[in-house]
């Protein structure tokens, strides 16, 4: 629900029609402002009164296009009197020192006095409170009108606005009016005008005919009726109708009928002044509209509520009510939810075909209300003809919905699938109207509020389950599916209004990035190398979905002047990247500028010395920039670099776009310019990033209006939703910040625990190689990984045996009990723990007894050879190295579990690797102690979860938009139980149980049993061979298995190498590559629909087919990649023409040849043999004299292409290219 001042606010933005002429503006005098007459304006008076001068007074600054310079000077002349001597104290007081004054400040002004906030939220309430009652139509559609002016905000669409208008009518004129579902406002006012037009053109003929049977001579008793009052289409309620009801009893007894009163031709009946209520399909019990006499709730109302009759056996009547059992629920498309009722949790059905509202009787035992006893014996009759006797209900229980309550008179009924029916009583009495496409419920309370209720299908808990290959057929037959997580619901944001500090600068918190930003200090610069060229690439394709996304965000840059169209001769592809929340990010594929981009070696800060700075820091508040990036003009000479290319066009950015690589550079150079005199004081910067921190409350609020008072000097902006403040922990970078100290971020390692085992040495490295960024927070981390790196040397068979799983084991349980890290304080107290052994360093630092940081590393390969004395030294120099900032100029004390190392400094005969060292000791003032033992105390270790394979999930995501809103979840208490359910694929239980019928079965599973086994059998029963599902020889299931992966909609057909890869993820057969090779080849969707990508030979010399693998080869390589920790930005391919299977070696771009003679002898000779030929094009390398002298040596023939012909190395350019789509993917993954 809105606030009121929210709304209020909403409604002054919408009374707002002084937006700047867009046209030029002419001169306008001050005789022809006058010749128009505005109205005077004195004050007093009612809040209409002001709302309508401003309103005319901008109507004539429109039509005559006043300029904004003039419209407060003629405007104010207009003020007299009390609203005069206003302007006057307030333009000295108020905007004293300010040059001119904008209308919409005079505005903004005039409105606070002459129409304050709680004057348009009474008119607003007035509003919602409208009801036609006893007034005329004419007179509600001008006071609806009227107030509808002051609530713009609350009705946006015709529908609504319809739907307000008819709840506010008189019950009959409502219910005919709703018949017609007006679409908007005034379909809705022009269907009541023609109703009530007919009732008195009806009511005009029935008084003309009286009159004439009067004067006729006829005697003729004329009954009291509701001419002025009541319509007959208008439904009334018991008291009205007990009181016509009498009345028409008493003329009944005192009138005399004569044969010559006119009957009603339909009816049969006298019913003279009235309309027939056959003719209008009215009740003929109560006149109202929408039911018939067997279904009148005042009828059953009267019933129910009518005393107990003396008599012994109680009369009977009948009733009707829908989906009692089980198979009704199911045999019926009901509209159901879960309410509350007496304040208890009820399943309940809304059920139009039942006449009255029941409740179940063992529900009905729950509730705190007395049931009573009816006067006679309801009989209730279900669609299957069961019958059930009722003889007692629950009056006035309460039903809410949306915290609103409403009355029902609940008759207590043996029902077993929902708790609380209510049936047609319950709805026509609360004015409902059920829309059963989209199971939407809306209603009116006692005092007349519109509730709108969301239903839910009804559904049972034993339909919920289904099985994959079902639900995957419903999908391809058009079926919404929805992927749920379930997330953390965080507490609410304060508003800004409400943070002490933040609450004085609100302009630093803008909504959006209006327009550019000022010229700065720092512009952003793109130089390049020398002799570099325009680089200008085609458009990617898209999806219809992400083309109009890119619309969208086009718009929005150009809007803002972020981008503008560009002729420039460079251009670059765009594409979009999913954000965490589900949205689209437009990104620049700029990999081929940055290239030929001189870098910018502006330093980034460390994150392990921001943090040395929050000693002693209690309080903290982080400040994240809205978009930082687009907040820095580019020099304008540089502005053509960054242009690119879409559908829709080709622009080029003013301000500093993502994907540059020296944007984090020049940002940071900007930010610590900006805050250059209160870094490392109260606040550290990394990027846009801004964390200020305080050792007390009262300092904090100093720092913070430092902080944000610069941000608004310098006008950069804040994300508020992104921003935190007077925070005790903040998470930072990664990291969590406490007053105690520094701890992993619980969001970063809680997916740990179920990383599943790798697989290949990619996954490995992958593993340990992320884990490193908080290696720091790690005991003995590359002791427990050694195992697992030894994988990732060269020419090392990769098997994954005992070791390498308890390793992976141990480094999956550290992270959940990972350790608060002390920030350093001062350079007392350090204490330095160290440990050496024939695996690798271990060294903690300590102070005052706490941790403040782990250190190790593996030995390298001439370390190993080392004897224990050197081990133990070596530990020290690499602490000491490592902890070089924190330790040099201090005192501290250095722990050792090697005892001859006290008396190092003593010893005479020492070794040069011992002297060098000792030299390197001397800068620093320790003293070396002997401690028996490990001197390391329990630590905990971190990672970080591998990537996932996509082909392998059988899911298939749907947004989530407000649909949530509609869910109506079922809670029930009844049998008190907690169960777990495990979905398992038919197709997985199918392969388990042919496995059992192979004939290998017996055999493989005692071959599990050895320790040394490759076979492995789960607990379920099921065989398999390296960790991957063994596949029997059942040519069924292999056919179905193939299928699931090529023909889903989640693999979409790939190719035998993309699906054999896929595939033995996990599952394994004998020549399972081959198989799937032919069934590949066999599929006439891939025939139809994939091109060949070679080209027809024509009159082209074809070249010599290979006789056998590994004697004729290509060679290439692919360049301008991103640079790797070893250096290493370019591969070169080496592909055998006859197998076509290749050699990727990753190499420098500026390795030497010898260096490259090397790595082709040891990497392709050593295992292949010298090739009879290498095919390759003209690359300076291929045709040095060195390389032709090495393969004459080795007798192999160079055969160079045809200069700007690639068709010559097709084998290598092809795989080059599929080389590079992998590449492309994994950075768009």
Known sequence: ??????????????????????????????????????????????HDKAKDWIEEVERIFGLLKVPEEDRVNYGSYLLKGDAKNWWQSTSEIRFAGQGSISWKQFRDSFFSTSFPVYARDKKMQEFLDLQQNQSSLEEYITRYRHLEVYCPHLHTTDEARAGKFVRGLRDGL??????????????????????????VRTQKDHQKKAGQHSQGGRTQVKRQHFAGKTRPYERRDDRTFRRNLSTRSEATQGSVATPTSQKCPTCSRVHPGKPCYRVTGACLHCGGMGHFIKDCPLKKEREL???????????????????????????????????LVSSHIARVLFDAGATHSFISSRFATSLEVSARRMSYVLKIVSPMHAQESCREYLPDVDVEIHQLHLPAQLVILGLSEFDVILGMDWLYAHYAMIDCRKKQIQMLTNEMQPVEFHARRASRTDKILVSVLKAKRWIESGSVAFLVNVLINEAEQMKLQEVVVVS???????????SLPPTREVEFKIELLSGTTPISKAPYRMAPAEL????????????????????????????????KDGTMRLCIDYRMLNQVTIKNKYPLPRIEDLFD????????????????????????????????????????FKVMPFGLTNAPAAFMNLMNRVFQEFLDRFVIVFVDDILVYSESEAEHRDHLRSVLGLLRKHKLYAKYSKCEFWLEKVNFLGHVILKDGVSVDPAKVSAVQDWRTPCSVTEVRSFLGLAGYYRRFIQDFSKIATPMTKLLRKGVKFVWNEECEKSFQTLKVKPTTAPILTLPSGHSGFVVYTDASGIGYGCVLMQHGRVVAYASRQLKAHEQHYLTHDLELGAVVFALKMWRHYLYGATFEVFTDHKSLKYISSQRDLNLRQRRWIEYLKDYDFTISYHPGKANVVADALSRHAKATLCSMLTRSWTLLQDVITWQPYICDENKAMMTALIRHPLMEELVMKQKGDPEFATNVEESKKTDSLWHQDQDGSLRFRQRLWVPRDKGVKRLLLDEAHKSKFSIHPGSTKMFQDTRRNFWWP???????????????????KAEHQRPGGLLQRIDIPMWKWEDITMDFVVGLPRTKRQQNAIWVTVDRLTKSAHFLPIRISQPLESLAELYIGEIVRLHGVPKSIISDRDPRFTSRFWGQLQKALGTKLKLSTAFHPQTDGQSERTIQTLEDMLHACVLE
Request: glycine letters at 4%; one cysteine or more; hydrophobic letters at 35%.
């Open 174 to 199: 409502r219910s005919k009016v709703l018949t017609s579902r007006p679409r908007d406002l005034d379909e809705a006012v022009t269907m009541a005008r023609c109703i009530e037009e007919d009732w």
């Open 305 to 339: 509520k009518k005393p107990e009759a003396g008599s012994s056996s109680a009369r009977q009547t009948s009733g009707r009510v829908y989906a009692t059992t089980v198979e009704e629920l199911q045999a019926h498309d009901l509209v159901e939810g879960t309410l």
């Open 1 to 46: 629900t809105q606030p009121a001042w929210a709304a209020s606010a909403a409604a002054a933005a919408a009374w707002d029609t002084s937006a700047p002429v867009r046209e030029k503006a002419t001169t306008v005098s001050y005789q022809q402002f006058m010749a128009m007459q505005p109205p005077i304006f004195s004050g007093g008076g009612s």
């Open 613 to 652: 700075q929050l000693k002693n820091a209690k309080v903290f508040s982080k400040i994240d920039l809205r978009t930082g990036y687009h907040q820095l003009l580019i020099r304008e000479e540089d502005v053509s670099k960054t242009a690119f290319r879409n559908r829709y066009g080709h622009y080029e």
């Open 548 to 579: 109009e996304e890119l619309k969208k965000q086009l718009q929005e840059l150009l809007d803002k002047g972020f981008i503008r169209p560009s002729v420039s001769p460079w251009g670059t592809p765009v594409l979009f990247v999913k954000k």
């Open 504 to 514: 004085e600068y609100p302009d630093v918190f803008p909504e959006e990035l209006s």
């Open 1071 to 1089: 020549e399972m590559k081959r198989e799937i090779a032919e069934y590949v080849a066999k599929c006439l969707v891939c025939q139809q629909v």
